[in-house]
């Protein structure tokens, strides 16, 4: 019956001028056609639409069928055969600005649980109407880029290169359909490398907001590290290949991007939409990209120093270590360390601290390393920073080694500083290697704003283990290293050395005595409850005694003994060094 009406309607209007069809005559028109694609006749519909005679009529409404016929094609129970070729006749028949409205609203429009099929099946739809545009092509990209974006956007990255493969969400295959889809435009901007005309700058313009909205989503998310002992890669890192590709086709140099993007100018740059900018996030991405994972890098010109290049990452990598997320953590880490290794030992200047992303840097790396759940995060951060201050000339090292042991409020970051400064003293002693600010008075100064007791008298010895042991050490060390070879300071570490170990003995005094009570009382305790257990093991379920026994404290019985066990030996190691560096110190140098 639906068929019949359609050829009715289509007769009556074959002899009428597309100027004098009505809104109703519209209406009708698309009522009969969508009870024919409901009632499964596509193929009659699609034989009418094809129809010489009838063109007028499809160009003047057939626009309207696109939200049904779409649908068809999403369904899993039939054919979309017909749907589909119906929709490719639409495409190239109808008029190109209502296509790109309602194509754009049904990508708007789309059913959260099915993104991945719905984007991929408009995507290629969307494509061949821009191609039809001769004028406003670039604006019209860009609009369908950006929708196209933001559904994508909304897609679960993928977390390993096994969720990549499932690829559940179907975030991959979208990445593939839309690097299929801006191929042609690519391509259309390739074939016109030595034209700078307004529109084709416009059409280049896009195509870079497209790859730096890509590196900023999905990328930065997505772990794009290579697998081991496979020639295979990721379908994301294989996307984020392409996109570096794209950005070199379209002649938008890298350095720019990366070093100079604040200080561009006009006449040599692609153009953006007015107040478009691209994110740091973006830029940071594209470090990595390039300077870990190499990609592009075959382009990038050589002529850049490595300590340049590190000062330009380090506003990346800034970025990437002050998220929470793990593959933000894990890029900013990969980073450091590829622009780190390029810089000579010992080379960094101290004026480079004052910069805000080298001063904040080791504060996050830091924060990593005492903070962050994720265990060989903590590990890697700790590598970074060992690095990092490898890297540092030695007024440098000196200024944060002071900086670090006022702000960090952590032993075992502490206990760092601490050994790093010993090994400085012992570095400087050899041939060609004098520094003079691990020499001297200037050694001095620094080791007494670091071997101290934070707490005085009350400080947490346990707690603080790390950092006393590495202080004690390095007392030792430089004693018998000045009782050999004076260098002039023996009585000032001397005096250092005795303010320390004077403190030290009095908490070791009121520690030993308070773990060495607790411990006798546990295991007085013990005996007792074994007592008492024998005695009641007739009169009284062991349920209960269990409950019993839960309620004296969280930690098992064994534990609380292993624990102030060592809190003794560790005491005991403590005092065997207090006493070798007071007997260092009795003797004179030669």
Same mark, same amino acid.
């Given at each position: 019956?639906?068929?019949?009406?359609?050829?009715?309607?289509?007769?009556?209007?074959?002899?009428?001028?597309?100027?004098?069809?009505?809104?109703?005559?519209?209406?009708?028109?698309?009522?009969?056609?969508?009870?024919?694609?409901?009632?499964?006749?596509?193929?009659?519909?699609?034989?009418?639409?094809?129809?010489?005679?009838?063109?007028?009529?499809?160009?003047?409404?057939?626009?309207?069928?696109?939200?049904?016929?779409?649908?068809?094609?999403?369904?899993?129970?039939?054919?979309?055969?017909?749907?589909?070729?119906?929709?490719?006749?639409?495409?190239?028949?109808?008029?190109?600005?209502?296509?790109?409205?309602?194509?754009?609203?049904?990508?708007?429009?789309?059913?959260?649980?099915?993104?991945?099929?719905?984007?991929?099946?408009?995507?290629?739809?969307?494509?061949?109407?821009? *191609? &039809?545009?001769?004028?406003? #092509?670039?604006?019209?990209? %860009?609009?369908?880029?950006?929708? =196209? $974006?933001? !559904?994508?956007? @909304?897609?679960?990255?993928?977390?390993?290169?096994?969720?990549?493969?499932?690829?559940?969400?179907?975030?991959?295959?979208?990445?593939?359909?839309?690097?299929?889809?801006?191929?042609?435009?690519?391509?259309?901007?390739?074939?016109?490398?030595?034209?700078?005309?307004?529109?084709?700058?416009? *059409? &280049?313009?896009?195509?870079? #907001?497209?790859?730096?909205? %890509?590196?900023?989503?999905?990328? =930065? $998310?997505? !772990?794009?590290? @290579?697998?081991?002992?496979?020639?295979?890669?990721?379908?994301?890192?294989?996307?984020?290949?392409?996109?570096?590709?794209?950005?070199?086709?379209?002649?938008?140099?890298?350095?720019?991007?990366?070093?100079?993007?604040?200080?561009?100018?006009?006449?040599?740059?692609?153009?953006?939409?007015?107040?478009?900018?691209?994110?740091?996030?973006?830029?940071?991405?594209?470090?990595?990209?390039?300077?870990? $994972?190499?990609?592009?890098?075959?382009?990038?010109?050589?002529?850049?120093?490595?300590?340049?290049?590190?000062?330009?990452?380090?506003?990346?990598?800034?970025?990437?270590?002050?998220?929470?997320?793990?593959?933000?953590?894990?890029?900013?880490?990969?980073?450091?360390?590829?622009?780190?290794?390029?810089?000579?030992?010992?080379?960094?200047?101290?004026?480079?601290?004052?910069?805000?992303?080298?001063?904040?840097?080791?504060?996050?790396?830091?924060?990593?390393?005492?903070?962050?759940?994720?265990?060989?995060?903590?590990?890697?951060?700790?590598?970074?920073?060992?690095?990092?201050?490898?890297?540092?000339?030695?007024?440098?090292?000196?200024?944060?080694?002071?900086?670090?042991?006022?702000?960090?409020?952590?032993?075992?970051?502490?206990?760092?500083?601490?050994?790093?400064?010993?090994?400085?003293?012992?570095?400087?002693?050899?041939?060609?290697?004098?520094?003079?600010?691990?020499?001297?008075?200037?050694?001095?100064?620094?080791?007494?704003?670091?071997?101290?007791?934070?707490?005085?008298?009350?400080?947490?010895?346990?707690?603080?283990?790390?950092?006393?042991?590495?202080?004690?050490?390095?007392?030792?060390?430089?004693?018998?290293?000045?009782?050999?070879?004076?260098?002039?300071?023996?009585?000032?570490?001397?005096?250092?050395?005795?303010?320390?170990?004077?403190?030290?003995?009095?908490?070791?005094?009121?520690?030993?005595?308070?773990?060495?009570?607790?411990?006798?009382?546990?295991?007085?305790?013990?005996?007792?409850?074994?007592?008492?257990?024998?005695?009641?093991?007739?009169?009284?379920?062991?349920?209960?005694?269990?409950?019993?026994?839960?309620?004296?404290?969280?930690?098992?019985?064994?534990?609380?003994?292993?624990?102030?066990?060592?809190?003794?030996?560790?005491?005991?190691?403590?005092?065997?060094?207090?006493?070798?560096?007071?007997?260092?110190?009795?003797?004179?140098?030669?």
């Amino acid at each position: 019956m639906a068929v019949n009406q359609l050829e009715d309607v289509i007769q009556r209007w074959r002899t009428t001028d597309e100027k004098d069809f009505k809104l109703e005559d519209r209406e009708l028109f698309l009522n009969a056609s969508r009870i024919c694609i409901a009632q499964g006749d596509s193929a009659l519909l699609l034989d009418f639409i094809k129809e010489e005679f009838n063109q007028h009529i499809v160009r003047s409404m057939g626009s309207g069928l696109l939200p049904p016929l779409v649908n068809e094609v999403l369904r899993k129970d039939q054919s979309p055969v017909h749907s589909q070729a119906i929709l490719n006749q639409l495409i190239q028949i109808c008029d190109v600005k209502e296509l790109l409205d309602i194509l754009h609203q049904q990508v708007e429009d789309t059913d959260p649980d099915a993104i991945a099929d719905t984007i991929i099946v408009l995507m290629p739809l969307i494509q061949s109407v821009l *191609l &039809r545009m001769r004028e406003s #092509k670039a604006s019209g990209l %860009s609009c369908a880029l950006d929708c =196209l $974006q933001k !559904q994508i956007s @909304k897609l679960p990255v993928p977390y390993s290169q096994k969720q990549e493969q499932e690829d559940k969400y179907g975030l991959c295959r979208c990445c593939n359909a839309i690097l299929t889809f801006v191929q042609p435009f690519v391509q259309e901007v390739k074939n016109r490398e030595l034209k700078s005309n307004n529109q084709d700058m416009k *059409l &280049r313009a896009a195509l870079l #907001k497209f790859c730096m909205e %890509s590196l900023r989503e999905p990328l =930065l $998310q997505a !772990q794009l590290e @290579k697998e081991v002992n496979t020639t295979d890669n990721s379908p994301l890192l294989n996307f984020a290949t392409e996109i570096m590709t794209i950005i070199t086709v379209i002649q938008e140099p890298l350095p720019k991007l990366l070093f100079y993007h604040s200080s561009r100018g006009k006449e040599d740059t692609i153009v953006l939409e007015k107040g478009a900018c691209h994110p740091d996030e973006s830029r940071a991405c594209m470090a990595y990209l390039l300077f870990v $994972q190499l990609i592009a890098m075959e382009v990038f010109p050589a002529v850049f120093s490595p300590v340049f290049v590190l000062q330009c990452n380090m506003e990346y990598i800034n970025l990437l270590l002050s998220r929470k997320d793990e593959s933000w953590i894990l890029k900013g880490l990969d980073l450091s360390v590829k622009s780190l290794e390029r810089v000579t030992d010992n080379s960094l200047p101290v004026e480079l601290l004052e910069l805000k992303p080298f001063h904040e840097v080791p504060q996050n790396l830091i924060k990593i390393m005492i903070d962050c759940p994720i265990q060989h995060l903590r590990g890697r951060s700790l590598v970074v920073f060992q690095l990092y201050m490898e890297k540092l000339n030695g007024e440098a090292k000196h200024k944060l080694f002071r900086r670090t042991m006022k702000t960090s409020h952590h032993a075992g970051v502490e206990s760092i500083i601490i050994k790093n400064i010993k090994n400085q003293a012992e570095l400087s002693r050899k041939s060609g290697n004098k520094d003079d600010w691990f020499e001297g008075t200037r050694l001095v100064t620094l080791l007494k704003d670091t071997i101290i007791l934070p707490q005085g008298h009350e400080t947490d010895l346990l707690h603080g283990m790390d950092r006393v042991m590495e202080s004690l050490n390095i007392l030792r060390y430089l004693l018998i290293r000045e009782r050999e070879i004076s260098t002039g300071i023996w009585t000032d570490l001397c005096h250092t050395a005795n303010s320390y170990t004077k403190i030290l003995r009095v908490c070791l005094s009121m520690s030993k005595s308070y773990y060495g009570t607790e411990l006798q009382k546990l295991r007085e305790d013990k005996k007792i409850k074994a007592k008492e257990f024998k005695e009641a093991s007739g009169k009284r379920s062991v349920q209960n005694m269990i409950v019993k026994t839960e309620t004296l404290g969280s930690m098992p019985r064994e534990a609380q003994d292993k624990v102030l066990q060592c809190a003794l030996v560790t005491y005991d190691l403590m005092e065997s060094l207090v006493v070798h560096i007071e007997g260092i110190i009795e003797q004179s140098p030669k």
